[in-house]
């Protein structure tokens, strides 16, 4: 359901693009919060377009038959509603690294110390990598949309201060992992 919102905001932001330069632009915008693969928006905007939500006309430059997209008056009244209503209060419980955890009894924990280890590596990559980048757009985009971007930082600081308590709980699960081989080691 919000991937439908987060194209309707990015062909609000860019006005009219192809299906391929708005995969580009949400990937490195609003991807960073609701990801999406190229087959999955493409679905979407020809449903958008079923819906009346957003309109396309073949691009005269192209020789592929490749379509520009607009968001219509109808996708902007149906994304500004969504825009306007209440956040959802839901957390998404379904999470398979938390489940496998769950069982970890199954496993030894050797395995179990090295899958946390690997899970906070991945984190710190995107402390170390995602998250400048990230930065980086938002500041080029400051320029252009400073008012979208103070929007845009308050998001990026939510995910930044959320892999950060994740890392912290990967250190607190080895911490624990290590008193617990202690203690059956004695």
């Known amino acids: 359901m919000a991937l439908q919102y987060a194209i309707l905001g990015t ?6 693009a192809s299906g391929y330069d708005l995969s580009t632009s949400l990937m490195n915008s609003a991807g960073n919060v ?5 087959p999955q928006i493409y679905r979407m905007l020809n449903r958008l377009e079923a819906e009346g939500l ?6 005269p430059d ?21 825009l306007e209503s209440d956040f959802e209060n839901d957390w998404n419980p379904r ?5 496998r955890l769950f069982f970890g009894k199954r496993v030894p924990d050797d395995r179990i110390r090295e899958q946390i280890l ?20 938002i500041k080029r985009g400051e320029k252009r949309l400073p008012e979208d971007a103070f929007y845009w930082r308050l998001t990026l600081d939510q995910g930044f201060k959320v892999v950060i308590a994740l890392i912290e709980w990967c250190d607190d ?11 059956d080691a004695s």
Do not use: H
């Open 34 to 38: 609701w990801y999406a693969d190229r």
């Open 11 to 16: 062909l609000n932001l860019t006005g009219e």
């Open 95 to 99: 999470q398979p690294n938390l489940l």
């Open 62 to 82: 192209s020789g592929r038959g490749r379509k520009l997209y607009t968001i219509t008056e109808a996708g902007q009244k149906a994304l500004q509603s969504w």
């Open 118 to 137: 690997d899970y906070r590596s991945y984190l710190q990559r995107a402390i170390d990598d995602l998250f400048p980048q990230a930065e980086a757009n």
């Open 173 to 183: 699960v080895i911490e624990k992992l290590d008193e617990k081989a202690n203690r």
């Open 54 to 59: 957003v309109s396309s006309r073949e691009d």
